[in-house]
């Protein structure tokens, strides 16, 4: 393996794992909130 590819696959494997973590991150956000709002959970109301 040349040094450039040596290069381009270590910064592609150092720059994999932080979009995997952010990703991951939001994919469960959003299936909460779909899991929230499909069991019909409503908002509390803090102005009271």
């Given at each position: 393996m040349s040094q450039l590819e040596s290069?381009?696959?270590h910064v592609l494997g150092?720059?994999?794992m932080?979009?995997?973590f952010l990703f991951g991150f939001?994919?469960?956000s959003i299936g909460c909130l779909?899991?929230?709002n499909w069991?019909?959970?409503e908002t509390v109301d803090?102005?009271?």
């Open positions: 290069i381009i696959w150092y720059a994999a932080p979009v995997i939001i994919a469960v779909l899991l929230l069991m019909g959970v803090t102005d009271a």
